[in-house]
């Protein structure tokens, strides 16, 4: 009697053409897949949309797609699904989370908005469902200056989870914040000293950088912004030569879009590749046909908190 033995390989099959083949899961499935900038150049080409974290959960919030195939991390994917419980949501790898959502427990996070009880909450997207759950109103890096400018002025308010993009809110509204102290070991790991030693070998490059760096950081930076926003800034600028002081996936758009203008991208303290986000690297373009192939992995949110996370998303979607 023949037994089929196990595979000893780990590599599933894949098709010779990735990108033919998830050209065809697309229509079969009707299905979007919606990227974010941080991800690989690969994945990026095969999106139908790339974005920040406001501009992917318009698109998350207005797709008629049966099935949404998010390329970003799990808080990005499970927004999402809570803006489309009915529609199945697919995350390449579900271990691709974010440090600065870690930096915020709830159980902790509960404890900190008790001690504050007249307080707003502002959370940033970059948040798990729970604590957008016991938010007012969640923010983007792109919005929120914006939405903190429409509280009123007496108001008090908790900003959370990052301290970083916190305080540089502070500095833009004028208004004092009371910050969760989260952070990002991305945007961390950039220094001021580096950036001033690129400056020296580069004087004509122009510094912009994500608010998620520290404030010594964004002191050097002569532009601040969103990933969409830096990539609209070197679209405007009539400068050709900049230092990106984010992640560096975003410079594949960047390059792709004005190939003869220089991207250069700000390096990390220490002699690694800690400027990549590897959260957001675990997805791969295998993963991600995989994942369309067998509807599989899945993001799930609870209902009750799906519920309770809507309302603060929702609140966002129509200040912004
Ligand atoms: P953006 O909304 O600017 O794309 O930021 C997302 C993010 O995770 C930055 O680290
Ligand atoms: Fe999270 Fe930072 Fe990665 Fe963005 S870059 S997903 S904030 S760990």
Not at 14 to 20: A, R, T
Not at 73 to 99: R, W, Y
Not at 177 to 204: A, D, R
Not at 288 to 293: E, P
Request: negative net charge.
């Amino acid at each position: 009697m023949f037994t089929t033995l196990p595979s000893t390989t780990s590599t599933p099959d894949l098709p010779l053409d990735l990108f033919d083949a998830i050209a065809d899961l697309k229509q079969r499935l009707n299905a979007v897949v919606l990227a974010h900038y941080y991800q690989d150049p690969d994945i990026q080409d095969v999106a139908d949309y790339i974005g920040d974290s406001l501009g992917l959960s318009q698109q998350a919030a207005q797709t008629d797609a049966d099935v949404i195939v998010f390329a970003g991390v799990h808080f990005m994917a499970e927004t999402a699904k809570i803006l489309n419980p009915h529609k199945q949501v697919l995350l390449p790898d579900l271990d691709a989370g974010c440090s600065l959502a870690d930096s915020c427990p709830p159980a902790e996070f509960a404890q900190f908005k008790a001690e504050h009880p007249d307080h707003v909450v502002v959370s940033y997207i970059n948040c798990t469902a729970d604590i957008k759950a016991m938010s007012d109103i969640i923010c983007t890096s792109s919005n929120a200056v914006k939405l903190v400018n429409q509280i009123p002025a007496d108001q008090p308010i908790i900003f959370a989870p990052d301290r970083n993009l916190g305080r540089y809110v502070m500095a833009q509204t004028g208004r004092d914040l009371v910050l969760w102290q989260g952070s990002c070991i991305v945007h961390e790991t950039f220094s001021e000293k580096k950036i001033i030693q690129l400056q020296t070998t580069h004087p004509e490059a122009v510094v912009i950088a994500h608010p998620e760096c520290e404030p010594a950081v964004l002191h050097q930076a002569e532009f601040i912004g969103s990933t969409t926003a830096l990539l609209n800034y070197v679209q405007s600028c009539d400068r050709t030569q900049f230092i990106v002081v984010t992640e560096p996936g975003i410079i594949h758009q960047m390059e792709k879009q004005m190939p003869h203008k220089q991207f250069i991208p700000a390096p990390p303290i220490a002699n690694c590749a800690c400027n990549e986000c590897p959260h957001m690297r675990l997805n791969t373009l295998e993963k991600l046909y995989l994942a369309m192939r067998d509807r599989t992995p899945e993001v799930i949110v609870p209902e009750a908190t799906r519920q309770a996370a809507l309302k603060p998303i929702q609140r966002m979607l129509a200040m912004s």
